[in-house]
């Protein structure tokens, strides 16, 4: 029985999801990111690293579709390669601030009092301090290299999941469900696990589809400042300042790498802005048709 | 409100000890030795020997462990002695100081720009909502919201800087020069508040006293201009405050695009180089502006929109 309910939900989900031609955009443009970055090897027509010195920075052709960089690199297997680099990133930091965003937030919620107090005032100090700064300051202190973006992206991401799950868990755990489930001597965790997280994972999936293109954009700023993985590998927002050089003579170096990172943020705000039409109809008047 | 205005302020003592311990704890876990930096500062890179560096390390109390040489700090700080640049060697509140108008005149002139175009341009899609100037405007705001502002200030270089010629490539000095920053930084906080202005315009428009306005026969347009726009404009007037915020944090890469000499492109020289006591400064800056600005925005509600009380909130 419960099972059928969730499937027909589900199928009522994607329903709605497919009326909504901006989300449908946007789910089609994430797959198809998906996999050029799977199959870069085979998509990419030169490799990302293979320098041609006497062929610098040379104007879109039919053999370099994008042109070539100031090392004679074919921008277009670089953007290719680097559509690996920025999806890992944003994944791998929305999953990290998510999952502690979630624990942290169930624990607030749920326990209360002194717990709840000491969570949300934590969450209260970074939420006080602009997390771009912050992020740019950790980064750049534990120098370069993708490991450190990652963390500080992740340490300043966290707060608007945990204010969110802890809110819906208030909400939920004064519900009959959840006091029968007490009453009949299941565990916290249990309660935690099978009864209130599905109850509050949709906004949290709304967050983090949009969360994955906010921290694609801010890992992509920190790139381009220097910060995060090094050459020679490809990384979209390093481009842009490489590209920044040669603007003059060549300004395809800078004008592609630009247009992927928007490319991918939009389609992740398509899907986002439509998920949440799906899981909130309250909100539709507000956000985009 | 003196009781919610001291709350805060307490919470902005907090935030500031918060932040500043993320970024000293960062700083020891960092690779990069501090009295080595301020030895090679001092004497040169040529004339540097490990009794000097070791020296140094005593004089200044870096050897002693890290939450000491914090609380000294803090000590320092609490009575505006910031410390010195590691890398010139000049007091770090002088430099700050003799940046922070650059950036506030970046800032001012990006919100100026924001609202010039969000304003007008949320109002119409609203009034006219489903018109094909509607998804015109709001196909926009959804591209500038999506679009890295560094690219964004490198197109506009390449258009208006390189291929036209109408402005310096970078800068710093007259209205020239602040026209492609300012643009840059303002377009993607634009494209936020149009869609902000819009749907709070929709929300207003669905009320009884519009219909009411309507229906004993007011012009149109005295109905949007009289009873809807003021009504409409207090969530604006909030996202624009929590966006000034978000505006800082903006300055630093647009700062950097354009050589613009402000506090942001200082933190981010500092990073590079490492400079220690200037990074803390900058930190301390944007913390104390942030917090600020989010509480005067909060206070200004209650001027907007006397239904707000903070006294009866937690």
Same mark, same amino acid.
């Given at each position: 029985m419960a099972s059928a309910a969730v499937a027909v939900e589900r199928n009522l989900t994607f329903i709605q999801l497919k009326k909504n031609k901006l989300a449908i955009i946007g789910l089609l443009i994430i797959s198809l990111l998906v996999i050029v970055a799977v199959f870069a090897p085979v998509l990419a027509p030169h490799h990302p690293y293979e320098q041609d010195l006497d062929r610098v920075m040379m104007a879109p052709c039919s053999e370099y579709p994008?042109?070539?960089?100031?090392?004679?690199?074919?921008?277009?297997?670089?953007?290719?390669?680097?559509?690996?680099?920025?999806?890992?990133?944003?994944?791998? @930091?929305?999953?990290?601030?998510? @999952?502690?965003?979630?624990?942290?937030?169930?624990?607030?919620?749920?326990?209360?009092?002194?717990?709840?107090? @000491?969570?949300?005032?934590? @969450?209260?100090?970074?939420?006080?301090?602009?997390?771009?700064?912050?992020?740019?300051?950790?980064?750049?202190?534990?120098?370069?290299?993708?490991?450190?973006?990652l963390f500080a992206l992740a340490l300043v991401g966290w707060m608007g999941y945990a204010r969110v799950v802890r809110g819906a868990v208030l909400a939920e755990k004064e519900k009959s469900f959840v006091e029968t489930a007490m009453s009949l001597g299941a565990s916290d965790l249990y309660i935690m696990c099978r009864h209130l997280l599905p109850n509050v994972i949709a906004p949290v999936i709304v967050m983090a589809t949009l969360g994955i293109g906010h921290t694609i954009l801010a890992a992509a700023g920190l790139s381009f400042l220097g910060l995060g993985a090094q050459p020679p590998i490809p990384v979209w927002g390093s481009m842009l300042n490489d590209g920044k050089q040669y603007l003059q003579t060549a300004p395809y170096m800078t004008i592609f790498p630009g247009l992927a990172i928007m490319i991918t943020v939009l389609s992740f705000n398509f899907l986002g802005d439509g998920l949440r039409d799906i899981f909130d109809p309250r909100l539709k008047e507000k956000s985009i048709e | 409100?003196?009781?919610?205005?001291?709350?805060?302020?307490?919470?902005?003592?907090?935030?500031?000890?918060?932040?500043?311990?993320?970024?000293?704890?960062?700083?020891?876990?960092?690779?990069?030795?501090?009295?080595?930096?301020?030895?090679?500062?001092?004497?040169?890179?040529?004339?540097?020997?490990?009794?000097?560096?070791?020296?140094?390390?005593?004089?200044?109390?870096?050897?002693?462990?890290?939450?000491?040489?914090?609380?000294?700090?803090?000590?320092?700080?609490?009575?505006?002695?910031?410390?010195?640049?590691?890398?010139?060697?000049?007091?770090?509140?002088?430099?700050?100081?003799?940046?922070?108008?650059?950036?506030?005149?970046?800032?001012?002139?990006?919100?100026?720009?924001?609202?010039?175009?969000?304003?007008?341009?949320?109002?119409?899609?609203?009034?006219?909502?489903?018109?094909? %100037?509607?998804?015109?405007?709001?196909?926009?705001?959804?591209?500038?919201?999506?679009?890295? *502002?560094?690219?964004?200030?490198?197109?506009?270089?390449?258009?208006?800087?390189?291929? %036209?010629?109408?402005?310096?490539v970078f800068g710093y000095g007259s209205l020239r020069h602040m026209i492609l920053p300012a643009v840059t930084l303002g377009t993607g906080m634009a494209a936020i508040t149009t869609r902000l202005t819009r749907s709070s315009m929709l929300d207003v428009l669905r009320q009884d006293y519009i219909i009411a306005a309507r229906s004993k026969g007011l012009a149109?347009?005295?109905?949007?201009?009289?009873?809807?726009?003021? *009504?409409?404009?207090?969530?604006?007037?909030?996202?624009?405050?929590?966006?000034?915020?978000?505006?800082?944090?903006?300055?630093?890469?647009?700062?950097?695009?354009?050589?613009?000499?402000?506090?942001?492109?200082?933190?981010?020289?500092?990073?590079?180089?490492?400079?220690?006591?200037?990074?803390?400064?900058?930190v301390l800056l944007f913390a104390v502006l942030f917090v600020i600005v989010n509480l005067l925005v909060d206070i200004s509600y209650v001027y907007l929109d006397p239904r707000i009380r903070y006294e009866k909130e937690s």
């Amino acid at each position: 029985m419960a099972s059928a309910a969730v499937a027909v939900e589900r199928n009522l989900t994607f329903i709605q999801l497919k009326k909504n031609k901006l989300a449908i955009i946007g789910l089609l443009i994430i797959s198809l990111l998906v996999i050029v970055a799977v199959f870069a090897p085979v998509l990419a027509p030169h490799h990302p690293y293979e320098q041609d010195l006497d062929r610098v920075m040379m104007a879109p052709c039919s053999e370099y579709p994008f042109g070539t960089d100031d090392f004679g690199r074919c921008i277009l297997s670089r953007i290719i390669f680097g559509t690996r680099i920025s999806l890992a990133i944003g994944l791998i @930091v929305t999953a990290i601030s998510a @999952v502690a965003g979630i624990i942290l937030g169930m624990l607030a919620g749920f326990y209360g009092g002194v717990i709840d107090e @000491v969570i949300m005032r934590i @969450v209260d100090i970074f939420l006080a301090f602009p997390g771009l700064i912050l992020a740019l300051v950790i980064a750049g202190l534990l120098g370069p290299g993708m490991f450190n973006v990652l963390f500080a992206l992740a340490l300043v991401g966290w707060m608007g999941y945990a204010r969110v799950v802890r809110g819906a868990v208030l909400a939920e755990k004064e519900k009959s469900f959840v006091e029968t489930a007490m009453s009949l001597g299941a565990s916290d965790l249990y309660i935690m696990c099978r009864h209130l997280l599905p109850n509050v994972i949709a906004p949290v999936i709304v967050m983090a589809t949009l969360g994955i293109g906010h921290t694609i954009l801010a890992a992509a700023g920190l790139s381009f400042l220097g910060l995060g993985a090094q050459p020679p590998i490809p990384v979209w927002g390093s481009m842009l300042n490489d590209g920044k050089q040669y603007l003059q003579t060549a300004p395809y170096m800078t004008i592609f790498p630009g247009l992927a990172i928007m490319i991918t943020v939009l389609s992740f705000n398509f899907l986002g802005d439509g998920l949440r039409d799906i899981f909130d109809p309250r909100l539709k008047e507000k956000s985009i048709e | 409100m003196l009781k919610y205005i001291a709350r805060r302020l307490a919470m902005l003592v907090i935030v500031i000890i918060g932040v500043t311990l993320i970024t000293f704890t960062m700083m020891h876990l960092a690779p990069g030795d501090p009295a080595e930096l301020i030895a090679t500062a001092r004497y040169g890179m040529e004339n540097l020997t490990e009794e000097d560096v070791e020296r140094i390390r005593v004089a200044e109390g870096l050897d002693a462990p890290v939450f000491i040489q914090y609380l000294r700090w803090l000590g320092h700080t609490v009575r505006g002695d910031f410390g010195c640049s590691l890398v010139t060697g000049d007091p770090v509140q002088e430099e700050i100081l003799l940046k922070i108008p650059a950036t506030f005149q970046l800032a001012l002139a990006a919100l100026v720009v924001s609202l010039l175009i969000a304003i007008p341009a949320g109002i119409i899609s609203a009034v006219k909502q489903y018109s094909p %100037l509607d998804y015109l405007t709001m196909t926009g705001a959804l591209l500038g919201v999506s679009m890295p *502002n560094f690219w964004l200030g490198l197109l506009l270089i390449l258009l208006f800087s390189v291929t %036209l010629g109408w402005f310096p490539v970078f800068g710093y000095g007259s209205l020239r020069h602040m026209i492609l920053p300012a643009v840059t930084l303002g377009t993607g906080m634009a494209a936020i508040t149009t869609r902000l202005t819009r749907s709070s315009m929709l929300d207003v428009l669905r009320q009884d006293y519009i219909i009411a306005a309507r229906s004993k026969g007011l012009a149109e347009r005295n109905v949007i201009r009289t009873h809807a726009l003021k *009504n409409s404009f207090i969530p604006v007037v909030t996202i624009v405050g929590l966006q000034i915020g978000h505006l800082l944090e903006g300055t630093v890469i647009v700062e950097s695009i354009f050589a613009w000499p402000g506090i942001g492109k200082l933190l981010v020289d500092s990073i590079f180089a490492r400079d220690f006591s200037m990074i803390q400064g900058c930190v301390l800056l944007f913390a104390v502006l942030f917090v600020i600005v989010n509480l005067l925005v909060d206070i200004s509600y209650v001027y907007l929109d006397p239904r707000i009380r903070y006294e009866k909130e937690s």
